[in-house]
């Protein structure tokens, strides 16, 4: 027996569905972004003295260690006005939290170890010509790290899109809630379901395909 596929029980749904897609680019660009930011400046932390380099890569391995979703559920229901008096922030504002540590503690490490890895060579030469440390900076050591961790940060920042799907669980309303009231109102769980995989598909393979030229490309290669 054949299945009774019926995708026009989700046609009420279409506008819900744009605003849930809304908020997921929404979740992954500024999670994606703001966590690479973060990355930089714990990235030159984790390179100073064992001082302060042990307790923070400590820190930072913890928050690689704990699944997103708990970071997310920390975020939403941490007592916010019972310890700082302040009103606990949106489920969009919790979920955004949650993502963006997990990104800035694995962007730190990946920028870590390319930071560590610039060819000394290269800084001897350039120095030996009598640039500045910020010529030094901006022409070698910036251009060798971002091409170290650009495929890198790209598997991130996928990862980031598919990840946002958890922000559903706290209520926020992006594709996968919409999908889970649709599925709740049309008991049509599988057209629902097929729906939001249809979105993350035209979501994700074009980064996919764009992370593959990029480990391709001759810029990527170049030592």
């Known amino acids: 027996m054949g299945y009774d596929w019926d995708f026009s029980a989700l046609a009420g749904y279409r506008s819900?569905?744009?605003?849930?897609?809304?908020?997921?680019?929404?979740?992954?660009?500024?999670?994606?972004?703001l966590g690479t930011l973060g990355g930089i400046p714990l990235a030159c932390l984790l390179r100073l003295?064992?001082?302060?380099?042990?307790?923070?890569s400590i820190v930072v391995d913890v928050f690689r260690a704990i699944p997103n979703l708990v970071l997310?559920?920390?975020?939403?229901?941490?007592?916010?006005q019972a310890i700082l008096g302040v009103s606990a922030p949106s489920g969009f504002i919790a979920a955004l939290l949650?993502?963006?540590?997990?990104?800035?503690?694995?962007?730190?490490?990946?920028?870590?170890?390319a930071l560590d890895h610039?060819?000394?060579?290269?800084?001897?030469?350039?120095?030996?010509?009598?640039?500045?440390e910020s010529q030094v900076i901006r022409q070698v050591v910036v251009p060798s790290v971002v091409r170290q961790t650009l495929a890198g940060h790209v598997a991130l920042w996928i990862g980031n899109v598919k990840l946002s799907s958890l922000a559903s669980v706290i209520g926020v309303e992006d594709s996968v809630f919409v999908a889970k009231v649709a599925m709740a109102q049309t008991f049509r769980s599988l057209e629902a379901w097929t729906a939001v995989a249809l979105i993350y598909v035209v979501l994700v393979l074009p980064m996919i395909w764009g992370l593959r030229a990029l480990e391709n490309s001759a810029w990527i290669r170049r030592q």
């Open 16 to 33: 819900a569905f744009f605003r849930g897609v809304v908020i997921t680019l929404e979740l992954s660009i500024f999670s994606s972004v």
């Open 49 to 56: 003295g064992r001082a302060v380099a042990w307790p923070l």
């Open 72 to 80: 997310i559920f920390f975020f939403y229901y941490f007592p916010y």
């Open 98 to 113: 949650g993502l963006t540590m997990a990104q800035a503690a694995y962007s730190a490490d990946l920028i870590r170890t």
């Open 118 to 132: 610039v060819p000394r060579s290269h800084l001897l030469a350039i120095r030996a010509l009598g640039f500045r």
